[in-house]
């Protein structure tokens, strides 16, 4: 048994990487609502200077969630406890699911990320204050973050609308999803809690791009 060990470890050394074939799968992330705040928002939020605190990295690189929650309110109702996400950005924006739009009387407008112009404004409420923005609410489209090298595998392009399949007693397809191919990406498909529970999608489940 020590002979073969010795063989395979052998093996394995010498392979190289782009010589061993590549799964057609990618794996699926499920995002529940989430803010992104700006240092300003920080600021009136939690007070000046006030540094987020990392909570547990994400599937994409360089980003994590917060410790830190806070309350949003909008003209009909509010939410509690909406994480926070890091690191900070340049502009403020909340991502919330499409039945957070009736509760909290706002416009779900779809659209990705960081695509906030004519988006709707909402009332962010901290430990240490209030901040109010008058844009940047948004439902999240769904999308595929990957790497240029991974859309050439699969055959896509950024910014391109594929549909996906999901597997199980549940699964089904969902259409209109967009691929976001950029460096430093983490291969991974974003659909929200709602799509998720609608199509029983778990922790490891996977999907397919229809060609």
């Known amino acids: 048994m020590e002979d073969y060990e010795a063989i395979l470890n052998a093996i394995m050394a010498h392979l190289n990487p782009n010589d061993i074939p590549k799964t057609d799968t990618i794996p699926v992330g499920i995002s529940n609502r989430h ?14 200077n006030y540094q987020l605190t990392k909570l547990k990295d994400l599937s994409q690189p360089g980003q994590y969630a917060c410790k830190e ?15 926070i996400l890091g ?20 416009k ?9 112009a004519n988006t709707p404004g909402i009332t962010l409420i901290g430990p240490e204050g209030s901040y109010e923005i008058s844009q940047g609410v ?44 950029t460096a430093n990406s983490g291969l991974e498909c974003h659909i929200d809690t709602e799509e998720a529970n609608a199509l029983g999608v778990t922790p490891g489940t996977t999907i397919k791009i229809r060609k």
Request: charged share 25%.
């Open 35 to 48: 803010i992104h705040l700006s240092q300003s928002a920080v600021n009136k939020l939690f007070g000046s």
């Open 69 to 83: 929650c806070v309350t949003i309110c909008g003209p009909k109702g509010v939410i509690e406890k909406v994480r």
């Open 87 to 106: 690191p900070v950005r340049s502009e403020t924006q909340v991502e919330i699911l499409q039945s957070d739009t009736f509760k909290l009387g706002v």
């Open 108 to 116: 779900g407008t779809l659209r990705l990320s960081g695509d906030l």
């Open 138 to 181: 948004i439902v999240a489209k769904r999308h595929i973050h990957m790497l240029p090298q991974d859309a050439e595998r699969f055959e896509v392009s950024d910014g391109q609308m594929v549909t996906i399949d999901f597997a199980g007693d549940r699964g089904g397809s969902l259409n209109n999803v967009v691929i976001r191919a």
